[in-house]
């Protein structure tokens, strides 16, 4: 995995493990997304978890872009940086 993404990475799983939510990634640089996104630079995941809402409030609180409960983001949490 790329260097870029391993911070994103741990902060994630630093919050999954804290609180006993699983977590896993859905999508890297891996599927067709939209033309400009960060996936295609390495530098956006997306998350399935068993707390979509806790995760995307503490990547958040990280100063991640995140995008969850919007068009294209309602069963999967993105985060960027």
Avoid: C
């Avoid at 790329?2 to 799983?13: G, T, W, Y």
Wanted: neutral net charge.
């Amino acid at each position: 995995m790329d260097k870029r993404l391993h911070p994103l990475f741990h902060v994630a799983q630093t919050w999954a493990t804290r609180n006993a939510e699983s977590l896993r990634v859905v999508s890297a640089n891996d599927h067709i997304h939209a033309q400009r996104s960060l996936h295609y630079e390495n530098r956006a995941l997306d998350f399935h978890s068993s707390d979509l809402h806790g995760l995307a409030r503490w990547l958040t609180e990280y100063g991640y872009r995140v995008l969850w409960q919007v068009p294209g983001h309602y069963n999967h949490v993105h985060a960027e940086g």
